[in-house]
């Protein structure tokens, strides 16, 4: 990859005008929320919810998508807020062509578009962070060339001052839940997504751990023509999931297969996983009309676990198969829940058992008999909160977070597909022979060869 220039200057100028829009946006709905109390209106009330969108999305950006992640941690915000957050767009209003011929031009030098067999300058896509254009290699190959946006340092720098607003929202909510945690790791992982060089690795990366998959395909990344702010791919042709919903029960089997295996697999065998499981972040490739497969795309949003939590995701599979308690507990450790009385045990289980059920379940079935998917887990989160109630706040592990995210947005995903599979064994296929020293061999090494080793 080239050598990319200085990173984006963290502009105080740009970042006090951010502060200034975003703390007034949600500073204004906080405070509305908190007199809400004292007129009798619930904070889960429909018209906060409202309000609280409204405002977010006045902000395209940064703060959107930090908005969208927090909606789909399960059991930060009630149902309410959770659906009017989901329907923000996570797009921004497009650079235009001399726009893009800027940023171009300050990524690859002056002759940039030399670089190019040909660039197409309106983008085939736009996020929150930046938007994708089509291109064509001087080799012939198609490629897919993601653009960062402007300032988006400042940006998100500014964002993320408000999160704490986020959350202190939410502790009033539910004060059962400590989220000092989770802001943590929300706040690293949108970081970690500005600097495309890390993305480059990430792809790599999954691209070794995916290699023998043949379900499953992974874009290249072209590092000559990628930089901090750039990052250039080969395009990966596919339809859009949603567009196999009617087909046949075979087909829709087989894309389930294919995605479930893009999550688990790296896990189990690599320690990663993708923390950003919705549908705009994969495509189906297809043989005249029959699904062959699915596009992993976008490899912002990765977590690297260590092996001692993934050895406790292994372990409570086991403890929950054999009713070994336990293992159950010793799993909890692993993950970094602290010092747990044997009440917080029988609430963590209420989560674990619904995630776990149908890995457990040796049969075919759906991932969750009879749920609609925008209530998939919805049941079992209030059956906690209750549960919590009683007792003092639970601190969630960071690491905990975004694993928790990825089994809901991938049940979700069943769920709308349909499926009907026996999940037991495709898990259980995944984590055979799992080895805890193994993994942590194997992840280092792969972690050096995608230059992700030591990566600030």
């Not at 990052?231 to 999931?241: A, K, R, V």
Request: net charge neutral.
């Amino acid at each position: 990859m080239n050598n990319p220039p200085d990173a984006e200057p963290n502009r105080f100028s740009r970042r006090l005008s951010r502060y200034a829009r975003v703390g007034a946006n949600v500073g204004g709905v906080a405070a509305k929320m908190a007199g809400a109390r004292l007129l009798g209106r619930e904070f889960g009330d429909q018209r906060n919810a409202a309000e609280l969108m409204a405002a977010l999305g006045g902000l395209k950006g940064p703060l959107m998508k930090l908005a969208q992640l927090v909606a789909t941690v399960p059991d930060l915000l009630p149902p309410e807020y959770a659906e009017e957050l989901q329907k923000l767009q996570a797009s921004a209003p497009p650079m235009g062509p001399a726009f893009v011929k800027r940023r171009m031009r300050a990524e690859l030098g002056p002759e940039w578009k030399t670089r190019f067999e040909s660039f197409d300058e309106e983008p085939s896509a736009a996020a929150s962070l930046g938007q994708v254009h089509k291109a064509v290699g001087h080799d012939g190959r198609n490629l897919a060339c993601k653009l960062q946006y402007p300032d988006m340092q400042s940006a998100v720098e500014a964002d993320l001052s408000q999160l704490g607003v986020i959350m202190s929202v939410q502790r009033r909510i539910n004060p059962e839940i400590d989220t000092t945690e989770i802001a943590e790791e929300l706040s690293e992982r949108l970081r970690e997504e500005l600097d495309y060089r890390r993305e480059a690795g990430n792809t790599a990366l999954y691209g070794a751990a995916l290699k023998s998959e043949s379900q499953i395909r992974v874009p290249a990344v072209v590092p000559d023509l990628s930089t901090r702010r750039l990052l250039t791919m080969t395009w990966l042709d596919g339809q859009p999931l949603l567009s196999f919903l009617d087909h046949s029960l075979e087909d829709r089997n087989r894309i389930a297969t294919a995605l479930f295996k893009a999550w688990w697999h790296p896990f189990a065998t690599h320690g990663i996983i993708h923390g950003d499981p919705h549908l705009g972040n994969y495509s189906v490739f297809d043989d005249d009309g029959r699904p062959e497969g699915i596009n992993l795309l976008d490899y912002g949003c990765i977590r690297v676990f260590p092996a001692r939590f993934v050895g406790g995701v292994v372990e409570l599979f086991h403890g929950f198969r054999d009713d070994d308690r336990g293992r159950i507990i010793e799993a909890y450790r692993r993950w970094g829940f602290g010092d747990l009385s044997e009440e917080q045990i029988d609430v963590l289980n209420i989560w674990a058992r619904f995630i776990y059920g149908p890995l457990i379940d040796d049969r075919v079935r759906t991932i969750a008999d009879g749920v609609d998917p925008a209530a998939y887990g919805r049941k079992e989160v209030w059956k906690v909160k209750q549960a919590l109630k009683a007792g003092p706040p639970i601190v969630v592990p960071r690491e905990f977070v975004l694993m928790d995210r990825a089994a809901i947005g991938l049940g979700s995903v069943m769920l709308h597909l349909r499926a009907e599979l026996n999940f037991h064994r495709i898990f259980a296929e995944a984590i055979k022979g799992f080895d805890e020293a193994k993994l942590a061999r194997r992840q280092s090494k792969a972690l050096n060869a995608a230059g992700l080793a030591g990566l600030d």
